[in-house]
């Protein structure tokens, strides 16, 4: 038993995202059309060319019908993921197996999510009938145990805690103000996300990430068929996935400043890539900052930061669009938004454009060739985390 | 016949200032405190938190008795919840005396009339119209009392009632308030049922009135009790003080409550006389037991009155007590708990039972069948966690979610001697006020009721101690 996974075996050839946010204009199934029809373009292909597909959505439609209908597929196979905040991830994941596997030529995944069509604050999921016993956090209650847990172990301070958070926030969204596809488009000053409005624990809304609606697709073929669609693809590295057995609510081990399963994702991951220095190989990161202290904890957990001083790291600018490690050159969660299950995609997305020179505005200026991907769903303590890598270079 | 055998009191954390009505709808308000059921605790919690530190898992209990003028359900027997939190087992029956005071001494005289062992909790939730006396004057509260065979810790010697059909005060299923008749009116016939009564069970228990060491007198009829008091012949220094200036007047629990007080400093072989007032009289005679010495509940009555939080606002007591409604959170409402995964998992739910792994000892809460330590399959054995202490692991202030009192507070809890809780903490001095590191104990809640239906759990609270001065100094 191991996880070899399919290094260079499958190749992305087109990519297409809409423009997240409130998206009051476009329906769940506009947003689908829009996403779909930019990837096919961008790979010079027609919808009929698309041997099958994978739908990742949380809760915006049930089935595959859910794409098949407003596409009009032409009896398709469409499988419709869900996996949390990781859906999109997933929905990518099965694509590219079932590419490399040899039953499809050309694979598409699609990540789609509605959630500004309901008037509630924040994420709301309805959970399966139960016995009222489960807690009722919310998501950003959630994630800032990580915060109190954190501090008290490597001695950071509530103020040194919330210069971090807040210079997390501040980076991402002035990588987001370059973004014409983010939610959020301007540029927010420290003193305005220090005294936002209270949420949860000392997160305010600043610290959350948006809200938000919006698609994401990619076209999946073998690598060795990709420059037929493509001058420039991006060949898949790694895909890693685990689901965690729920052991930090239940056991005392778990103590709340990681995540277990983002380390065993990420250890996978690199194996499957032969990447062994993450923070010197990889030229820029997507990763899931849900909330700010989210991003910091993962600095740690996938290897860019040593223990305890991730904190430290984000203060000195390591992962500033000018950075030794830019993370999140496209804005994040945090201001390009976060419907659910298009997120996954749309972190590929800006590896898709980083990687190929096409950022504009935030293009980094880098001479490595590896982009990643990271995405989780559930809570501290109980979560699935998807890790990929991309690279513009195949293997020799 | 049964004695009682152990006892419990339990005074919810918060209080109301009286002062605090007056400077919200005018008026004096009056003076002093009443003690108030937090939002988040019923007549059928609070019975619960009063009989847990009398039933451990080896205690026998072959009946419970719930009386409670204010049930959280009818045609539904409420007393089975409070059985279900104390995990008692299938065969012990449970059934509610609801209605008015007098259902207190209706389960006092049907406990010490079985020779079974009989547990009799008593809660009261005392609620009025805005600027009315019940509301000003009532309390909230609970106690416990176990009955059992042997001497125990305090023997019924004298039993007699005096009943008189009275329109003193009364209210129609599905009112908020009582309704009561001019107070001078019910007076003189209240005391006159007071000496009878009272009489009468000195006679049955052959005490004459100068033998009774501690006398209790308590009704809804404040000013009737206060005259019964000097009316009833005895030495005015046996007395015990009614607490309604502090904790308010808790109805059918008065009495209870005040009699575990009086336990809670009695001495073998001392006369305690109880009347209770309402629909005539009731009165019981006590002989204090040897067993005292050794059974007095673990928090003192006076430490409960004492650690009382009196910062509550008029309006949260108003919004808490379902008469001012304010405007809910953007979120969807709480989920109903259905009825099949709560019987399912009843043993949980309501007594706090987890699991423990018997190839590594590992415990779980909730209960699991897979151990996370050792894989090890169904080789669980039950593992209580309601009486055990934990510690603040990491916490958070849910300023987003519903709660019946936002903000929600929640805390994962590291419990002494293995397992884990993630928890609502509650009885807070204020929502900013836990810290990593914090001792904290559990308690049995009502998180919230949707649909009619009203979701029991735990919680967890600041750890209370007993404050020095406070009695139970022999236990």
Redesign the interface.
């Given at each position: 038993m191991a996880s070899h996974g399919i290094r260079d075996r499958v190749a992305i050839v087109g990519m297409g995202c809409t423009k997240f946010g409130e998206r009051w204009d476009k329906s769940t199934d506009d947003l689908l059309v829009d996403s779909t029809q930019e990837a096919l373009q961008s790979a010079n292909l027609d919808v009929k060319e698309i041997d099958a597909f994978w739908l990742g959505t949380m809760g915006s439609g049930l089935s595959g019908l859910t794409l098949s209908r407003p596409l009009k597929l032409d009896y398709r196979p469409v499988s419709r993921n869900e996996n949390f905040c990781a859906t999109g991830s997933d929905a990518f994941r099965n694509a590219c197996y079932a590419v490399a596997s040899g039953a499809y030529d050309v694979a598409m995944a699609v990540g789609v999510e509605k959630l500004k069509d309901t008037p509630y604050s924040g994420l709301a999921v309805a959970g399966a009938a139960n016995d009222g016993t489960q807690p009722a956090l919310s998501a950003p209650a959630m994630f800032s145990l990580l915060v109190p847990a954190y501090q008290k172990k490597y001695g950071v301070t509530e103020e040194q805690m919330r210069e971090v958070l807040t210079r997390i926030a501040w980076k991402n969204h002035a990588n987001g103000a370059r973004n014409p596809r983010a939610q959020f488009r301007a540029a927010v000053p420290k003193e305005t996300i220090d005294c936002s409005p209270p949420i949860a624990g000392p997160l305010g809304v600043f610290d959350c990430s948006g809200v938000s609606d919006g698609s994401a697709a990619a076209i999946i073929v073998r690598a060795e068929d990709a420059h037929r669609y493509t001058d420039n693809p991006l060949y898949v590295k790694a895909l890693a996935f685990v689901a965690g057995p729920g052991g930090g609510t239940l056991g005392q081990d778990y103590d709340f400043t990681t995540f277990h399963e983002v380390v065993r994702s990420a250890e996978d991951a690199y194996q499957q890539a032969g990447v062994t220095d993450p923070r010197g190989q990889i030229a820029m990161a997507e990763v899931h900052d849900c909330f700010t202290p989210t991003e910091l904890v993962l600095m740690e957990d996938l290897g860019f930061a040593e223990r305890g001083t991730a904190w430290k790291e984000v203060l000195a600018g390591t992962y500033d669009l000018e950075g030794d490690l830019p993370v999140n050159p496209d804005g994040g969660l945090k201001s390009f938004g976060h419907p659910i299950g298009a997120s996954g995609l749309r972190m590929l997305f800006e590896c898709w454009l980083q990687l190929r020179g096409q950022a504009e505005d935030r293009q980094i200026k880098t001479s490595k060739t590896l982009g990643m991907t990271h995405n989780l769903g559930g809570l501290p303590g109980e979560c699935v985390s998807f890790v990929s890598l991309v690279g513009t270079e195949p293997s020799a | 016949m049964a004695s009682i055998i152990g006892y419990g009191s339990y005074v919810p954390y918060w209080r109301l200032q009286r002062k605090a009505i007056g400077g919200a709808l005018g008026g004096r308000g009056g003076s002093g405190t009443r003690a108030v059921a937090s939002y988040d605790e019923d007549t059928t919690s609070m019975a619960v938190e009063a009989a847990r530190p009398i039933i451990g898992p080896e205690t026998t209990v072959d009946s419970v008795i719930f009386a409670t003028t204010a049930p959280a359900y009818l045609d539904k027997t409420n007393a089975n919840a409070i059985h279900a939190a104390l995990a008692l087992p299938a065969s012990t029956f449970a059934s509610d005396a609801i209605g008015s005071v007098r259902s207190t001494a209706a389960a006092f005289r049907a406990a010490a009339a079985n020779s079974e062992s009989t547990l009799v909790a008593i809660a009261d939730q005392r609620i009025g119209l805005p600027n009315s006396a019940d509301e000003r004057d009532g309390g909230d509260g609970a106690a416990a009392f176990l009955f059992g065979p042997g001497d125990g810790i305090a023997e019924i010697i004298g039993t007699a009632s005096s009943s008189v059909e009275l329109l003193d005060r009364w209210r129609i299923p599905g009112d908020i308030a009582s309704r009561t008749w001019e107070e001078r009116f019910a007076e003189p016939v209240f005391v006159s049922a007071a000496t009878d009564a009272f009489a009468d069970a000195l006679k049955k228990a052959n005490v004459t009135p100068d033998e009774i060491d501690k006398l209790i007198v308590t009704g809804v009829h404040t000013r009737a009790a206060k005259t019964a008091r000097k009316a009833l012949g005895i030495r005015p220094e046996a007395v015990v003080p009614d607490l309604v200036d502090v904790i308010g007047n808790t109805g059918a629990a008065h009495p209870g409550i005040l009699l575990a007080g009086v336990l809670d400093e009695a001495t073998p072989g001392q006369v305690i006389g109880l009347v209770v007032l309402g629909d005539g009289a009731d009165a019981f005679v006590l002989r204090v037991r040897e067993g005292i010495t050794s059974a007095r509940q673990p928090l003192p009555l006076a430490t409960q009155v004492a650690a009382g939080n009196d910062t509550l606002r008029y309006a949260d007591f108003l919004t808490w007590r379902g008469q001012l409604r304010r405007e809910p959170?953007?979120?969807?409402d709480?989920?109903?708990?259905?009825a099949?995964?709560?019987l399912?998992?009843t043993r949980?739910?309501f007594g706090l039972v987890g699991s423990r792994c018997t190839s590594c000892d590992?415990r779980?809460?909730?209960p699991?069948r897979v151990c996370?330590?050792c894989g090890a399959v169904d080789e669980m054995a039950e593992q209580p966690f309601a009486g055990a202490k934990g510690v603040v692991?990491?916490?958070?202030?849910?300023?987003?979610?519903?709660s019946p009192s936002p903000p929600?507070v929640?805390a994962?809890i590291?419990i002494e001697g293995?397992?884990?809780l993630?928890?609502?903490v509650t009885d807070l001095v204020g929502p900013e006020s836990v810290?990593?590191g914090d001792e904290v104990e559990l308690t049995f809640r009502r998180?919230y009721t949707v649909d009619g239906?009203h979701?029991y759990?735990w919680k967890a609270r600041p750890q209370r101690t007993v404050t020095a001065g406070s009695g139970g100094e022999d236990s």
């Open positions: - | 959170p953007r979120r969807p709480p989920d109903t708990p259905m099949p995964p709560a399912r998992s949980w739910k590992e779980f809460a909730p699991q996370l330590n692991r990491t916490f958070t202030v849910d300023r987003l979610s519903y929600l929640a994962v590291d293995g397992g884990r993630e928890f609502e810290a990593v998180l239906v979701n759990f």
